[in-house]
């Protein structure tokens, strides 16, 4: 289609596909289809998406799904952020969810995947306790709070786009 709106007077755009090509596309659609993405389990905070899976992981296994999704495990860098995925955990009732960040290089100096250090933390107060000495992962609880936990226990599944 030729010129800025269509036969029903709907508002087209260009935009880049992953296929290179670029693709005349309706930007009701496009709308439909993000507000339909971000139903129920999406949250979307300055340039970051939150999804979740709905289900329960231990860490390595969530790190594995969140990549094969073209994500990653969430990294909340501001309390925007903590709030956004905050919502999330609450709203989907099952409980904590896991975060990136590990001290697994470290004991006590928890990191981002890349390796650099926590721009911004909204540890539970006594956090991090590396109880048992084998608390090297970092769960949210539904208040938003952050704790340090084993890696292999099960918990949801957010992933950050
Ligand atoms: O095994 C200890 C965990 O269940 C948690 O217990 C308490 O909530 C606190 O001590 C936490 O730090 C700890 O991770
Ligand atoms: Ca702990």
Redesign the pocket.
């Known amino acids: 289609p030729k010129g800025d709106s269509g036969p029903r007077g709907e508002q087209w755009a260009w935009t880049a596909m992953p296929a290179t090509r670029p693709c005349f596309y309706a930007q009701t659609e496009k709308s439909k289809g993000w507000k339909m993405e971000l139903f129920l389990h999406g949250q979307s905070v300055g340039q970051k998406v939150f999804k979740t899976a709905s289900f329960l992981k231990p860490f390595q296994e969530a790190q594995q799904v969140c990549a094969q999704a073209g994500g990653q495990l969430p990294s909340p860098r501001n309390a925007a952020e903590n709030e956004a995925l905050q919502q999330l955990v609450e709203f989907e009732n099952k409980g904590a969810a896991f975060l990136s960040m590990t001290d697994s290089q470290t004991e006590g100096r928890f990191t981002y995947p890349g390796g650099e250090p926590l721009v911004y933390s909204n540890w539970n107060p006594?956090?991090p306790?590396n109880?048992?000495g084998n608390?090297h992962c970092v769960e949210m609880y539904t208040n938003g709070k952050w704790?340090?936990?084993p890696c292999g226990e099960k918990r949801l599944v957010i992933c950050e786009f």
Request: charged share 45%; net charge negative.
């Open positions: 006594g956090e306790n109880s048992g608390e704790n340090d936990r």
